[in-house]
């Protein structure tokens, strides 16, 4: 039974409204779930107050929605709350890790692109915000039943990767990753370091990469071949970061040097159209006023192209290759104006799969002590970070525990690490900028990952020892004994899963599973200490309290697998 549908059904016969408005009351003594009339005043001439307590004696209640009461200017609902404890068990328990999930999507195919590196430097913090963004909205739209196709740009040409390439032309003395024990992708970002430090001193410095970036767009045969060495070496280190982040295997990877120079075509075709002009001094432009854009050049005077240009290609071609329904850009804040641009230029052209193309929008992320720059060689590397959470997980489970095992310390603190870091990074509202504190993200105590996985802990570790008991809850569980408002407020946290999932999905915000995590979390943990399971002495209680033990396990389980994170059944 769809509890939420039921009451849309019954308010409907009295009025129409958006159905998000309907949401759970703070305090479940208010009801299950709550209408607030505040955008019926307008239409129905009367006060919120007055319109509540109008729709309270029309709307009659039945076997399901058994009490319909206003409180100001809210229309409270009231649940038959053993059926809901029935239903939702149930459902939770057929459906076990596809709980959660639908059909909606229809197959339709999706793209998300991202992360999008450069390969001058190794991926840093900023990398693995939109790391955890890509993945777990992956993930979590396809739990709605869309096709999602992951894939990767390596932005791997120009004058960025010239700098670390004259460096190591320059002091590199023919070293490599191995002679000198580095990660690969350090090692490249390491002379892009020493080439601003260098340009520092003297300027002119800049013109030489100037020069070799002018050689490599002509082909010089020694230029390529370093270039190559040292994209292999950037390659190479991502691959590993990608790895130990838990990125599922992209279906294609595609490169900024074999699309920069394309979608000249694409712009002299709008030039033949009459949608761009071309200036006095031969440079192809559109006029974006009328979108606030202002005017934006699609090909320099000397005919060479612009980032825009390439993505118009680039669009297409993942068309071409996918035949896509949406295709998502998961890139910062910092190039907002570069996708209306090129989504505005796609609609100028119509492209019929201009509709479906989407920004994912995300702010920055800094450190305490600031912002953090590559040049100054100031970034926090990816793989330096996920390192340091591990450590920091290790020193909290050494608290903890002083009988485990090096390598079971090992692998716990791999998993709650890594956990902590990406619940972190994922909690907060995606198109907020944020900081990240080492520090608070590892505790087990609060608005953290390894908060949400010690609660599945916890979850297991009772079962288990009900297990031990010969406790088999499924087979004697009475949900007309419960009685407790800890009870059935987790009843209602569970039941509230699959429409949290929907709503991720549909609004691109995977911060809404991380923070509904946390609201299970703490709905179960306010359960655990106020309803005893194993000494309960009413048999049917225990067992039904049990069920809902297990529930809160697996839907745990399914939240933090949307995020990328796995559930641990110890810490």
Not at 318 to 338: G, I, L, N, W
Not at 473 to 493: C, G, H, I, N, R
């Amino acid at each position: 039974m769809d509890f939420r549908q039921e009451i849309i059904k019954l308010v409907e016969k009295e009025v129409k409204f958006d159905h998000s408005l309907l949401e759970v009351p703070p305090d479940n003594k208010l009801g299950d779930f709550a209408l607030p009339c505040f955008p019926f005043a307008k239409e129905m001439k009367k006060r919120p107050n007055e319109i509540a307590e109008e729709l309270a004696k029309n709307i009659k209640p039945n076997d399901i929605i058994t009490e319909i009461k206003s409180t100001g200017p809210y229309l409270n609902f009231f649940v038959n709350r053993t059926r809901l404890a029935e239903d939702t068990t149930q459902d939770i328990l057929k459906k076990k890790e596809k709980y959660g999930f639908s059909g909606i999507g229809d197959k339709k195919k999706v793209i998300v692109e991202f992360p999008s590196p450069n390969t001058n430097k190794p991926l840093h913090l900023g990398h693995l915000r939109n790391m955890a963004l890509g993945e777990s909205l992956s993930n979590i739209i396809e739990s709605q039943g869309y096709n999602t196709i992951r894939v990767n740009l390596n932005n791997d040409r120009g004058i960025h990767i010239c700098k670390s390439m004259l460096a190591y032309k320059k002091w590199g003395k023919d070293r490599t990753p191995g002679s000198e024990g580095k990660k690969s992708d350090h090692f490249v970002g390491d002379y892009y370091v020493r080439f601003c430090a260098e340009e520092k001193k003297d300027p002119e410095f800049s013109k030489e990469a100037q020069e070799m970036l002018k050689r490599w767009e002509e082909g010089d045969p020694e230029v390529r071949a370093l270039w190559k060495k040292m994209n292999h070496w950037a390659f190479e280190g991502f691959d590993k970061t990608y790895r130990e982040f838990g990125l599922k295997k992209f279906a294609k990877v595609y490169f900024e040097s074999e699309t920069y120079k394309l979608g000249k075509e694409i712009v002299q075709d709008g030039l033949q159209k009459g949608i761009f002009t071309k200036k006095d001094d031969g440079a192809v432009a559109v006029d974006l006023e009328k979108e606030d854009l202002g005017e934006k050049v699609l090909l320099r005077a000397d005919g060479t192209s612009v980032y825009v240009t390439q993505d118009l290609y680039l669009a297409q071609l993942k068309h071409k290759d996918f035949d896509y329904d949406r295709s998502v850009y998961v890139v910062a804040s910092e190039q907002d104006y570069h996708f209306k641009v090129l989504f505005t230029l796609l609609k100028k052209m119509k492209y019929k799969f201009a509709d479906g193309c989407h920004h994912f929008s995300y702010g920055m992320v800094n450190l305490p002590e600031g912002k953090m720059k590559s040049r100054e060689g100031t970034v926090v590397d990816a793989d330096d970070l996920i390192l340091e959470m591990e450590d920091l997980a290790k020193e909290e489970i050494i608290k903890r525990y002083d009988d485990l095992e090096e390598q079971q310390i090992h692998d716990r603190s791999r998993v709650i690490g890594l956990g902590a870091l990406k619940f972190y990074l994922l909690m907060i509202d995606a198109v907020k900028d944020m900081t990240f504190h080492p520090e608070q993200s590892i505790s087990f105590e609060g608005d953290t990952g390894p908060y949400v996985q010690y609660t599945h802990a916890r979850a297991c570790s009772i079962l288990r020892k009900a297990e031990t008991q010969g406790i088999n809850p499924e087979k004697s569980a009475d949900f007309t004994t419960l009685s407790e408002d800890q009870e059935f407020a987790l009843v209602q946290a569970l039941s509230e899963f699959p429409q949290r999932t929907e709503e991720a999905a549909g609004s691109y915000r995977p911060h809404f599973i991380a923070q509904y995590l946390l609201h299970l979390s703490r709905a179960f943990n306010e359960f655990y200490h106020s309803c005893p399971c194993l000494k309960e002495e009413n048999k049917q209680l225990a067992n039904a309290r049990l069920l809902l033990v297990d529930c809160t396990r697996q839907v745990i389980m399914n939240g933090l697998q949307l995020l990328g994170i796995k559930a641990p059944e110890e810490m």
